[in-house]
Structures are given as C-alpha cells and as structure tokens.
C-alpha cells in the first residue's frame, strides 16, 4: 500500500482517530484494540458482510475476508508515520500536533523544526544614562 489512500479511506482514518480521541484513548490503545479484533474474526466479518448488503453487495465478500491484514492495513492507516518516542504521553502530543487537531502555541512548538536554539546578543556600548542613577538596589554612580 505504498500509494495514497482514497478520501474515503483517509475520512475513516480519521474518523478512527476522533473516535480514540472521544473514548480518551491515545491512538496506540485504540490501534492494539484494533489489532486485537483483527484476530477475532466473527465480529468483523458480520460487519463487512453488513456493510456489503448495505452497498448492494453479496455475501460473497466474506470469502475473500483476511481480518489480519485489514487490521495491518487499519494501523497504516490510522498512524502511517509513528512516533519514535518511548514516552506514551509524548508519543501522544507528537500525534495529536501532526494531525492539526490542536491548533494551539503548544503544538505549532512541536511542529516546528529547529536547528539550534539562539540566544539573544547583549550591545557592546552603555545602555543609557540610567545606569549611573542610584535606586535602592543599586547605588549608581556618584557625581
């Protein structure tokens, strides 16, 4: 499946996403949740054999039905690019800022991508006449 999914099946890939989402699953319980009905077949074949009737179809759908790789391609589908990290809470940010589903300065910070951090450069020459006024934290200059 190295070519671009259909709108139909990104809409579903998404769909998948919000639905995690709305149950406060992260997207890899809802993909291990997948993966696990995958290996359950009875459930998901009533289901594509509804979804054939519905079409106009025929049961004949069934015969064809490998439930382990619609589960393999359900998980391209929904995360085609996971993150490489180990903490489940970042692994979960890094999703969720890729998706757009956070438009915030938050994930537009995780977006982005920097080369190095810069600090900011102080002038050379005095910062004004100020300095040499005294205050209470600082005794300035005597004239």
């Known amino acids: 499946m190295s070519e671009e999914p259909s709108e139909a099946l990104a809409k579903w890939a998404e769909n998948q996403r919000a639905l995690a989402r709305a149950l406060d699953l992260t997207i890899e319980e809802w993909l291990e949740i997948l993966d696990a009905a995958s290996h359950r ?7 594509a054999i509804g979804a054939a009737m519905a079409r106009g179809m025929g049961m004949a759908i069934a015969r ?12 391209k589908l929904i995360d085609p690019t996971p993150p490489r990290v180990k903490n489940p809470v970042l692994k979960e940010a890094v999703r969720r800022a890729r998706d757009g589903i956070e438009t915030g300065p938050g994930a537009a910070r995780l977006r982005a991508r920097r080369d190095s951090i810069t600090t900011p450069v102080r002038g050379e020459g005095s910062i004004g006449d100020s300095v040499r006024v005294g205050t209470p934290d600082a005794p300035g200059e005597d004239s």
């Open 41 to 47: 077949t009875t459930g998901i074949t009533a289901a």
């Open 64 to 75: 064809g039905l490998d439930t382990r790789a619609l589960g393999r391609r359900a998980r």
